[in-house]
């Protein structure tokens, strides 16, 4: 069909991204083989997603079907909300414990904040649907179902940066709809956060700044891991500046710091030390390309 005989807007900053982590994968092996198995499964995450839009484009489907698409996939991450909130019941809500936190079908404790910025990422666009006023209702209706859920399941992630990015992402869409029912939902937001929120929730943000006994204000240890983990990526970078290969960040980040194994914490940094300045390149051209297409769908 005539749609699919050019190339599409994305597929482009895809294939150098593609690219980008191919070499990644290589540069990982040139001197190293031990872990082949584990890194052909990075390389199969690295891929998987992007390759469902080129399944989409190829698959030609029209407009109803596509809404029907997006419904499902919606309609998978409030199931898989529903998961980490029947978590986070069982956790003791009076105080914050670093062993409890809801990761949804997504493994260990440890994966906790990808899970948090999974139902984020989800969350804006069943808010969308929300705040549009010409959906049926029915519609409208399950969106705020599903928003409660996700919200829900952030709040026991007890992820930080997925409480940002879920605060940020809804006060845009409030904004663009309207400026005063943005400041009434930011006015209601302090208020539940002060008598609806649980303790441990809110333990969790407290946690963030600590005062000792002089008074001086230090961050937590996550949060000051991070910036450390962030200028020893730096460091990695001096050092390998082709990057250290997909998925082997944790192997070399014990040598400039004392976090040996840690995620980066940072998707353009692991981005950076793994594939290089050609991975970051083209992530950001990504981002770009999807900048663009937003407009355009909004213009038209």
């Keep these: 069909p005539p749609h699919l005989a050019r190339p599409g807007y994305l597929t482009p900053p895809l294939v150098a991204l593609f690219l980008a982590m191919l070499l990644g994968f290589i540069a990982a092996h040139w001197h190293d083989l031990s872990s082949a198995v584990k890194d052909l499964r990075e390389a199969k995450v690295a891929v998987l997603y992007p390759l469902l839009y080129l399944a989409y484009r190829r698959c030609g489907l029209d407009l109803r079907t596509t809404k029907q698409l997006i419904v499902l996939v919606l309609l998978v991450a409030v199931v898989a909300g529903l998961e980490a909130v029947s978590q986070g019941l069982k956790f003791n809500l009076g105080e914050f414990s670093e062993q409890q936190r809801a990761t949804g079908p997504f493994g260990q404790v440890k994966m906790a904040n990808r899970a948090g910025v999974f139902f984020a990422m989800f969350l804006p666009m069943l808010a969308a649907v929300a705040l549009q006023f010409r959906q049926r209702r029915l519609a409208r209706w399950a969106a705020i179902a599903g928003c409660m859920i996700l919200i829900t399941a952030i709040l026991f992630t007890y992820s930080r940066q997925s409480y940002?990015?879920?605060?940020?992402?809804?006060?845009?869409?409030?904004?663009?709809?309207?400026?005063?029912?943005?400041?009434?939902?930011?006015?209601?937001?302090?208020?539940?956060?002060?008598?609806?929120?649980?303790?441990?929730?809110?333990?969790?943000?407290?946690?963030?700044?600590?005062?000792?006994?002089?008074?001086?204000?230090?961050?937590?240890?996550?949060?000051?891991?991070?910036?450390?983990?962030?200028?020893?990526?730096?460091?990695?970078?001096?050092?390998?500046?082709?990057?250290?290969?997909?998925?082997?960040?944790?192997?070399?980040?014990?040598?400039?710091?004392?976090?040996?194994?840690?995620?980066?914490?940072?998707?353009?940094?692991?981005?950076?030390?793994?594939?290089?300045?050609?991975?970051?390149?083209?992530?950001?051209?990504?981002?770009?390309?999807?900048?663009?297409?937003?407009?355009?769908?909004?213009?038209?």
């Excluded at 879920?166 to 939902?185: E, Q, T």
């Design 164 to 300: 940002l990015i879920a605060l940020f992402a809804i006060m845009i869409l409030l904004l663009w709809r309207s400026i005063p029912a943005a400041l009434l939902v930011a006015v209601l937001v302090v208020g539940a956060a002060a008598s609806l929120l649980p303790k441990s929730v809110i333990d969790r943000v407290q946690d963030t700044q600590q005062v000792d006994a002089s008074g001086t204000v230090t961050l937590d240890l996550s949060t000051t891991s991070r910036f450390r983990i962030w200028d020893g990526t730096i460091e990695m970078l001096r050092d390998h500046p082709a990057g250290v290969g997909l998925g082997r960040f944790g192997d070399h980040i014990g040598n400039y710091t004392s976090y040996g194994g840690k995620d980066a914490h940072n998707g353009f940094l692991l981005t950076l030390a793994e594939c290089g300045p050609l991975g970051l390149m083209a992530m950001l051209w990504v981002f770009w390309r999807l900048w663009l297409l937003a407009r355009w769908l909004r213009r038209s």
